[in-house]
């Protein structure tokens, strides 16, 4: 039988398709084993750990939804810990955002040096959390430089912000405010630069100036870049964790301990893993239900060009 060059072709064709499927799998296997180690395989373990009563230490019993229930039911605490979770967010979303688009728009293309102002106002978002939050601290207490300065200057003794009932939820949104603010300023300052110069023309043509010009035009245009922010930002504020524990310590009482405090304290000061792993998939479902809302009303305020 002689061999053709029309049958060597779809063999080599086909060991070709060999080679290359064994080189993608060589390539992703790191990947996969990575994602299933350390997010599929936690993912699993933390469902059925939230159906357990599983202590660090003992015996483990199947209680079903008995978790779930005790959250909702009879927790003294997850209550006031979505409560505060909620409170930060409502406080911490706006104002980012707000000063977030003001700094870009300030920052536009007539200042001078406003690549170093960008620095500037970038510098506490790649600075460790820990760094940041220490500062504030020592700004903040009694003694620091804040009451310092208005003991001196004005005569006026200003309340232990960290302690106070009041204050302290105010601080730690302040806090986390500066240390955020610079992402979301990046972010809608890159949407403001790629605005196409026709458009703000014809709109300044046609009579847009100050404010109408910012709500009917500026604003519109770049409504992606800020639904994106919008999106990411309360993500991060139903997760945030570092800033009450470093700043307050959850406290006075429980008044700044959000919903990620309480399932830390639950898991590893309490040694309930069990009620700990049920409380974070009651967040996971919150910050999925709030994130489909989002994108389901984005289509009433947000416009892409097609």
Do not use: C
Not at 3 to 13: G, L
Not at 153 to 171: E, H, K, R, S, Y
Not at 200 to 211: K, N, S, T, V
Not at 217 to 236: D, K, Y
């Amino acid at each position: 039988m002689i061999t053709t060059e029309s049958s060597i072709a779809p063999r080599r064709r086909n060991r070709l398709r060999n080679m290359e499927r064994w080189h993608a799998l060589g390539f992703i296997t790191p990947a996969v084993i990575g994602l299933s180690v350390f997010t599929m395989l936690p993912v699993g373990l933390a469902i059925v750990m939230s159906l357990f009563d599983w202590p660090i230490f003992g015996d483990r019993e199947f209680v079903g939804f008995g978790n779930y229930i005790e959250l909702l039911t009879s927790s003294p605490d997850f209550w006031p810990a979505l409560r505060n979770s909620v409170v930060f967010t409502l406080l911490y979303v706006p104002i980012n955002l707000i000063l977030a688009l003001g700094l870009a728009l300030l920052l536009g293309p007539r200042i001078k040096g406003r690549a170093v102002f960008r620095v500037l106002f970038f510098i506490p978002v790649v600075t460790p959390i820990v760094a940041n939050a220490l500062v504030w601290k020592l700004i903040l207490q009694p003694d620091g430089l804040l009451n310092g300065l208005s003991t001196t200057w004005f005569g006026i003794t200003l309340p232990n912000f960290l302690v106070d009932q009041n204050w302290a939820m105010i601080a730690v949104v302040t806090m986390s405010v500066w240390s955020g603010l610079g992402y979301n300023m990046l972010v809608l300052t890159a949407a403001l630069e790629q605005l196409p110069a026709s458009v703000l023309e014809a709109a300044q043509i046609d009579g847009a100036r100050g404010i109408r010009l910012m709500t009917k035009v500026v604003i519109p245009l770049i409504s992606p870049s800020i639904f994106f922010a919008a999106v990411m930002t309360i993500i991060s504020s139903l997760q945030v964790f570092a800033q009450p524990q470093l700043l307050t310590g959850g406290g006075p009482g429980t008044s700044t301990i959000p919903l990620v405090m309480f399932i830390y304290n639950t898991g590893f000061k309490f040694q309930d893993l069990g009620l700990a792993a049920a409380g974070a998939w009651l967040l996971f479902i919150i910050i999925i239900g709030i994130t489909a809302l989002q994108f389901r009303a984005q289509k009433k305020w947000v416009h892409y060009e097609h």
